[in-house]
C-alpha cells in the first residue's frame, strides 16, 4: 500500500484569466488531498484516481496509443460507468526544457478545453460511422492527466471546483487554438485546488464538457500554476494528458 507523504498546504499564486495575464490575480489554491475521498466529477468536475500503467515509455507515441489508451479508456468505463469510451488524443508536456518536436509547455491560462461547439466536432471526428445516434445521447469529454516522472513539484495544475463557476465566467473563443475553448473570467467566487506531489500512480480526471444540464458538473476550469513552495531547482514536470470521449446509454 502506497502512503502519501506530502504536507498539508495551501499556496498563493497568480493566475492569468481570459485577458491574457494583463491582469492576473491573486488566488488561493487549496490542497485538493484533503477531499480526495469526497471529490466526483459529477460535482467538483474532478477526481485523483489511483492507476497502475504497463506503458515503459510516454514519449513513444505508438506505445501510449497502443497500451495507454485502453487503460484509459477502461478506467473512465469504471469510474463513470460510460458504456462506450474512445481516448483520442493525448499531449504530452515538459515544462521550460522543451523536447523538440515531442512535447508542449503546460498551459498557464485557466482555461477549458472543449465547448458546445467543439465536442459534438469530436464526436463526429473520432466517431464518424455512430456519430448521429451518439449524438442523441449523454456523451462526455474528459481528460486523464498523469505524471511521467515524480512526484512533480513545478508547475503543478491546478483544477475550479465547477460548483463555484458561473454562466457568466465563461467565454468561448477560437482565437490561437486548433477548435473552439473556454477562457474565463475572473470571480472571488471561484474555489481552485491542486494535488501537491503527485506520483506516477495517480491520475487526475477533468470532467472538460458534458451534454447533461441537470446540475452536475459539465465543465473544468484549469491552468498550470507557478507554485512559490517549489524548492529551487526541483526537476520541471513532465506529464501526459489523454483526451476521451465518454458514452452513456442515458
Known amino acids: 500500500m502506497t502512503v502519501n507523504t506530502h504536507k498539508s498546504n495551501s499556496v498563493e499564486t497568480v493566475l492569468n484569466y481570459a485577458d491574457g495575464g494583463r491582469n492576473p490575480k491573486s488566488v488561493t489554491i487549496h490542497d485538493g488531498r484533503e477531499l480526495t475521498e469526497s471529490l466526483s466529477l459529477d460535482r467538483q468536475g474532478f477526481e485523483l484516481r489511483h492507476h497502475e500503467t504497463a506503458v515503459s515509455n510516454f514519449y513513444d507515441e505508438a506505445e501510449v496509443r497502443a497500451v495507454y489508451y485502453p487503460e484509459v479508456e477502461r478506467l473512465l468505463k469504471i469510474v463513470t460507468g460510460a458504456t462506450k469510451v474512445v481516448a483520442f488524443e493525448h499531449d504530452v508536456r515538459r515544462a521550460s526544457q522543451r523536447r523538440a ?20 466536432e469530436r464526436v463526429r471526428l473520432y466517431a464518424p460511422g455512430d456519430a448521429d445516434s451518439l449524438l442523441r445521447s449523454r456523451y462526455a469529454v474528459i481528460n486523464v492527466c498523469r505524471p511521467i516522472k515524480g512526484p512533480v513539484q513545478g508547475t503543478p495544475l491546478a483544477v475550479c471546483d465547477a460548483q463555484s463557476l458561473n454562466d457568466a465566467d465563461i467565454i468561448p473563443t477560437e482565437s490561437g487554438v486548433k477548435h473552439e475553448v473556454y477562457l474565463f473570467n475572473f470571480s472571488p467566487q471561484h474555489r481552485w ?29 484549469h491552468t498550470a500554476i507557478d507554485d512559490p513552495s517549489t524548492p529551487p531547482g526541483a526537476p520541471a514536470r513532465e506529464s501526459i494528458e489523454v483526451r476521451a470521449l465518454a458514452f452513456f446509454d442515458a
Open 101 to 120: 518536436g515531442a512535447t508542449r509547455e503546460p498551459v498557464r491560462v485557466v482555461h477549458d478545453d472543449y465547448t458546445e461547439k467543439s465536442a459534438p
Open 193 to 221: 485546488f491542486y494535488f501537491p506531489l503527485m506520483r506516477t500512480d495517480e491520475a487526475l480526471l477533468l470532467k472538460c464538457f458534458d451534454t447533461v444540464r441537470d446540475g452536475r458538473a459539465r465543465f473544468t476550469a
